[in-house]
Structures are given as C-alpha cells and as structure tokens.
C-alpha cells in the first residue's frame, strides 16, 4: 500500500503539467540521424505505439517529445513518467490515479496521469522496470482504452498516444520471464533504435557546435565561447559512454570554467585525453590547412583501427570491440580505410 507522505508529495507534482509546445531540436547530420528524422514525421501522423530504445543519454525522451511535437496532438498534453524513479506501490496511482480511501493516505480521490494525457501522448520510460502485476495492467489499458483507479471497479475510457523506452534490452527480460512477452509486442509496433553517439561521431562537432551556440544565446553576458580544433578532434576520439547528455554536461561545464573564450585540450578532463596520441599530430596540421571535416574523420578512423588492430595483434574482432563498433561496421571501415593490418589477410583468425 502506497504511504501517505509520498502520496502527498506526488499530488504536488502533479498539478497543472503545462503542455509542452516548444520542441528541442534533434540536432545531427548523420545518417542514422536524417533517418531518424524521417522515421519521427511518419510515426507522428498515426497513433501506433512506439518503443524507443537506446544507450542512457542517446536521446529517447527527446525522440518521444519530437513525436508528440510533429503529431496532431503536440496541443496537448505530452506527459513522462519514469517508471524507474516513481515508487514501486505508488507508481500504478500514479499512473491510474486511485478512489477516495483506496488505501491509507488516499484522502481524496485523484485521476492519474493517463487522464492528464487523455487526447495527448504518455511517455513510459524505463519500462524495463515497471513491477509485473503493473505491466499485466497497462496491457490491459493498451487493449481496451479503459483507466481503472486504484480502488475502482469501474473503467473510463482514455484516448492516449503511448510511447515506452528503455535501456535495457527488454527482449533478454521476457527471455528471463522479467518482462511480459505480449506487452512487449504490443508496445514494439514501431521500435525506434538511437545509436550510441560513438557510432555517429561525425555529429560531436555538430552537437558541440549546437550546445556552444544555445549557451551562448542563454547567457550572452559570458560572450560567445569557441573551441580549438585540437580539443575538438580530442572530444571525437572519445567513447561517450553517456552519450549526448554526458557530451551536453560537458560543454556547459568546459564553457563554465573557461578563462579566455576558448575552449582549449589542456581544460578537457583527464578521461577524455587518452587518445591523444593518436589526435596530436592530426589537430596539428590543422592550423595550417584549416579544417576538412570528411578528411579529418577518415584519417583519424584509420589512425584509430590501426591502433586498435595493433593493440590487439591484428585480431579485427578485439578490434572492433576496442572501438565500440560491430564486426560488420569495421569490416566495412577497414575496407574503406584501406587499411591493412599485419594479419589483415587471415581472415580464419577472427
Ligand atoms: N540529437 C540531439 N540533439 C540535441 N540534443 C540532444 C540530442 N540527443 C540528446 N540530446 C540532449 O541530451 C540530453 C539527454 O537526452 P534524453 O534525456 O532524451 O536521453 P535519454 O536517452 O532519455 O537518456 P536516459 O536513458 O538517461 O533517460 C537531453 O538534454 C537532450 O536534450
Ligand atoms: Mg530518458
């Protein structure tokens, strides 16, 4: 039973979500990005259910607001519900609101936030980890539209556009009988995959660039911050295993403790730096030649396999799990790289 303190704490929450008209753009010049884009504007014109799945910090809630916003409900309600932050036995009063009395705590009775979304969209994210007597429920309101409140036999219809995320792989939880197979069906009618951003790192100076500009309009006291191409070329050899959110954390701290109005590569975190080796004499020529982005990355990536093949004695597998990359996508790189490694050839050795 849901205790009243929390309880009380959660109806303050609650009142009056504005609805959420103004979109952040989803920034990104990659491929996987552009189709992305395409993906949101077809999905936003029908009412199927999506689940959106992705590293932490890859942009799920993003992509789900990015539906709401190019969908014809983006003048109503768009409301997120971490399923991982709300309490266990609260969370389905949350969702389904609950009667008066319904247990100790519930003095008045309140709807849930599907009844904020009703004619607007809900965004379920971490799924993963909603109880599973919660997710035998909220299949049940995916398959007949109706809302029961804690402590009511009685449904009301609700007209919600639903969208769930997750980073965990939700298929290996039904494997493991820790997520219900037909919800995840259900909810996986369009599945949306965000790459991790090491595997579009052509969109970092872009994503850079943007985070620069938007601090830069927010606070124009501080004047406009740039960044040298050194520290640049550093921040695309990096793995960004927090993905954007960690890449947007970092820019405002870099922008926060910049003394001139550059960001240079002895301000960037020691974590950041390791491959530097590799970067050093590639920003060098830089400065000269001024900066060719294609060539830029082709050069480095080649840099970066040859490395890691050499760290790894030719063995492309280790390889390409050094670079965070598939077997495929390096084959592919390695290909187009032209480059050859010392047991390039023994192909029966991966
Ligand atoms: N392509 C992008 N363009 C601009 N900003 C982005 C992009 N992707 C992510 N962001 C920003 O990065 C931050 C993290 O994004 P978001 O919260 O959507 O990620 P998430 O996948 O939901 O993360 P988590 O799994 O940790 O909940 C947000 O501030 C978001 O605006
Ligand atoms: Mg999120």
Redesign the pocket.
């Known amino acids: 039973m849901p205790g009243g303190a929390s309880i009380v704490a959660f109806e303050a929450r609650l009142a009056d979500l504005p609805p959420r008209m103004v979109q ?5 010049e990659h491929s996987s ?1 552009i189709k992305l884009r395409a993906l949101i504007e077809r999905v936003a014109r029908t009412d199927a259910t999506v689940l959106v799945t ?1 590293e ?7 992509v789900a607001a990015a539906i709401h916003a190019a969908s014809p409900r983006r003048n109503r309600q768009f409301v997120a519900v971490n399923c991982a932050a709300i309490p266990h036995d609260l969370l389905e009063s949350e969702m389904f609101g609950h009667q008066r009395g319904a247990f100790s705590g519930a003095a008045m009775a309140r709807s849930g936030l599907f009844m904020t979304a009703d004619n607007g969209t809900i965004f379920l ?1 971490e799924i993963g980890e909603m109880p599973l007597p919660l997710q035998t429920k909220l299949l049940r309101v995916l398959e007949d539209g109706m809302v029961r409140a804690v402590g009511s036999d009685r449904g009301t219809k609700v007209e919600v556009r639903v969208i769930a ?1 997750s ?1 965990s792989d939700l298929l290996a939880m039904v494997a493991r009988n820790a997520f219900r197979e037909d919800l995840f069906y259900r909810l996986n009618v369009v599945p949306i995959t965000i790459p991790p951003l090491r595997e579009r790192r052509s969109d970092i100076p872009i ?1 850079v660039n ?1 985070f620069l500009n938007r601090i830069g309009q927010r606070e124009p006291a501080a004047g406009r911050v740039t960044i040298s191409e050194e520290a640049l070329v550093q921040l695309w050899s990096y793995d960004w295993p927090g993905n ?2 960690e890449l ?1 954390n970092l820019v405002e701290r870099l922008v926060i403790l910049c003394e001139g109005n550059r960001i240079e590569s002895v301000q960037l975190p020691p974590n950041i730096v390791v491959t530097t080796r590799v970067s050093d004499d590639i920003a060098a020529n830089l400065d000269g030649e001024g900066l060719n982005l294609n060539a830029l990355v082709r050069k480095l990536e080649g840099r970066l396999i040859n490395q890691a093949l050499k760290q790894t004695g030719g063995n492309k597998q280790a390889a390409a799990r050094l670079l965070g990359l598939k077997r495929t996508t390096f084959a592919a790189k390695l290909r187009r790289c032209g480059v050859i490694s010392p047991v390039d050839s023994d192909e029966s050795a991966n």
Request: without cysteine; negative net charge.
């Open positions: 952040d753009p989803l920034i990104g990005i992705g932490s910090g890859t942009g799920k809630e993003l994210d995320a980073n994503l943007y954007v959110r947007e």
